[in-house]
């Protein structure tokens, strides 16, 4: 990581005398992410086959961002923050081939609060989060209960703020504008969040309401998560109500919108820390599908890490994904993608119609 300091200084003098004056002091930091690995999956593509390739950004999405913090005085600072993706493989932008497509916003931050503008994530993933980052992570790599979680990741045109802490408490709203003229509701983003931490405890919810053309619901999701931690164990609870399905939400390109159907994951992990460079998981996810696409999946997964330094890790994923009463629905872990070759390059969605799905990934990761 590295910080850039920057800072004016005004000098004046005349025969025996000068003076100085300093200007509010700003910080620029570099960061990012690199995640690869090579993954095998079995029951892949249209002709359910097995397959073996390198993947990356299955923990950790590639990024390199830029953060800036400027000291405004009276508790008060500028910020901003903007973060490219890419893919390792092959050094292509994701997220559509935007510059800065996972964030880019300015604001400000007070004791009353942080105020933000431009592209930014949904509220779950800062305020519901107790079952992202090795559950959904993991569901990501092979499974479909990820897509269900995070519907609406991030939100263009967005105005957002958050509370400082209270008594254990933060607050959170988002909106993102639809930017239609003649319609204020046509394609808007409304998305409210509370989290409460008290020392082993932590819990959020969220919900998140994406409008269609015409003003109308098009999607409603509701996050319920938690985790509690003893010892060396985190215990982690998820519960996650989706009413109506965005299109290209759980099949790409594959399926249209749907704001009929409804789609419920229920989670439960355990992290466990065996000493100070390694650590397991363990969980499952069950996800029912009604009013549509109907039948449910039911999916293990289980992980292990290695840490080599503050910034370097190593990794093992497993997972194995059953469907009932979906014809074979599953979120394969390789086939065509949908989107080219840029687009969802570390998990692209296969055809595979078989009920069952195994996939086993190693890989490492290096954060600066």
């Known amino acids: 990581m590295k910080r850039y300091l920057i800072g004016s200084l005004v000098l004046a003098g005349s025969a025996g005398f000068a003076s100085s004056s300093a200007w ?164 808007r983003t409304l998305n409210g969040a509370v989290n409460y931490v008290n020392g082993p405890l932590a819990a959020g919810a969220t919900y998140l309401r994406i409008n269609d053309a015409n003003g109308d619901r098009l999607t409603g999701v509701a996050v319920i998560d938690g985790q509690y931690t003893f010892g060396a164990t985190t215990l982690h609870l998820a519960y996650t109500d989706t009413h109506g399905v965005a299109a290209n939400s759980l099949c790409f390109s594959t399926c249209a919108a749907n704001s009929a159907q409804i789609v419920r994951t229920y989670e439960t992990g355990v992290d466990y820390q065996l000493n100070a460079t390694n650590r397991v998981y363990g969980g499952g996810a069950l996800t029912k599908f009604t009013d549509g696409l109907s039948g449910k999946a039911l999916q293990y997964n289980l992980a292990a890490f290695h840490t080599l330094s503050k910034r370097t890790e190593l990794y093992s994923l497993f997972s194995l994904t059953k469907t009932t009463g979906l014809d074979g629905f599953a979120r394969a872990a390789f086939g065509t993608p949908d989107f080219g070759a840029t687009a969802f390059v570390t998990n692209p969605q296969g055809t595979a119609n078989k009920a069952s799905q195994m996939a086993l990934r190693v890989g490492m990761t290096h954060r600066f």
Request: aromatic share 10%.
């Open 24 to 187: 509010a002091q700003s910080a620029v930091t570099v960061y990012g992410a690199l995640d690869a690995g090579i993954t095998y999956a079995n029951n892949s593509g249209p002709n359910n086959g097995n397959t073996v390739r390198m993947d990356t950004g299955t923990l950790y999405g590639n990024r390199v961002g830029f953060r800036g913090v400027e000291d405004l005085g009276g508790g008060n600072r500028a910020i901003f923050l903007t973060e490219s993706g890419f893919a390792l493989d092959n050094g292509a932008s994701t997220q559509g081939g935007l510059l800065f497509g996972r964030q880019s916003y300015v604001g400000l931050e007070s004791n009353y609060g942080t105020l933000t503008v431009g592209r930014q994530y949904t509220l779950d993933l800062e305020l519901a989060p107790y079952h992202a980052f090795v559950a959904s992570r993991v569901n990501n790599f092979a499974g479909i209960s990820h897509w269900v979680d995070r519907l609406g990741d991030r939100v263009d045109n967005s105005l957002r703020y958050k509370s400082p802490v209270m008594n254990g408490f933060t607050v959170a709203a988002l909106i993102g504008l639809g930017e239609k003229a003649g319609s204020q509701s046509a394609s």
